[in-house]
């Protein structure tokens, strides 16, 4: 018997880019473009979306409001009961990924609605939410960024050392918290306004500019930016020396301009 299940059709709905910026996507890699004045700018690529609606989380039923969508392809026998309970009750194919978006209008969507990266526009700001890679066990200076000792005076084998770690009288104990060498990496990572540089709405992609978190093909959460935008301001250039003298000679020239010509009546 064959293993191969045909999904459930999904109606789909438009999403209100009003109502929510926030979708899931997986990390594709990176690469650069070129904008209009020739400037390379490096890129990350990621697949956004489709997302579909799976449960409505009201303040009256649940104690929040939110929304929640799946994301990513996977086997049926992949998944577990619970979780094909969930996507069998809203009617959408199994996905790899569940998580939630809270909103205060969570009441406006639907079960079966597809949130997709056309609700983004070129020139938001977002903020992106990865796992880190693993690079297993590392030493205090790769992993706390620090400077190392000095490399003369007869250290041979300290160079890398953490140095002192606590002290004889007191408090004679290493106090909780002290940095040290253990496991680097696999760490929730926020990376806080990004700037969409292109949405590909046909192939749910979304070029967002510089390094995401996380390696090849993990989720990538997206989100609206919080932070607030700031104004352009472009200042007008200071005159310079030679402009600020010749405009002090012409109002000075100007009274004697007056007078001579007065006398000359």
Known sequence: MSEATTAPAIAEKPANAALIKAILAQKV???????????SVPVTVLQAG??????????????????QVAFGAVREKSVNKPLAGIYKK????????????????????????????????????VDLFGVSKGKGFAGA???????????THGQSD??????????????????KGKKF????????????HMEVIQVNAEKDLMLVKGAVPGSLQSLITVHGTVKRLKARVIH???????????????????PAAAAKAKGAK
């Not at 997302?51 to 929040?64: D, F, I, L, R, S």
Request: charged share 25%; hydrophobic share 30%.
């Open 236 to 254: 007008a250039p200071e005159p310079g020396k030679k402009e600020k003298a010749k405009k002090e000679a012409s109002k000075g020239s100007a």
């Open 141 to 151: 200076m790769k992993r706390h960024n620090f400077r190392g000792g000095p490399s």
């Open 181 to 192: 060498p253990g496991h680097l990496g696999v760490e929730r990572v926020t990376i806080q």
């Open 50 to 67: 489709p997302c579909p609606v799976t449960q409505v989380m009201t303040a009256e039923k649940h104690g929040y409001s939110a929304i």
């Open 29 to 39: 890699g990176m690469t650069r473009i070129y904008d209009a004045h020739g400037k």
């Open 158 to 175: 300290r160079a890398r050392a953490p140095g002192s770690s606590g002290s004889n009288t007191y408090p004679g104990r290493v106090f």
């Open 90 to 125: 809203a009617n959408v194919p199994v996905a790899k990924w569940l998580r939630e978006f809270r909103t205060d209008k969570a009441s406006s969507f639907q079960i079966g609605q597809i949130l997709k990266v056309d609700s983004f526009a070129v020139g938001d700001y």
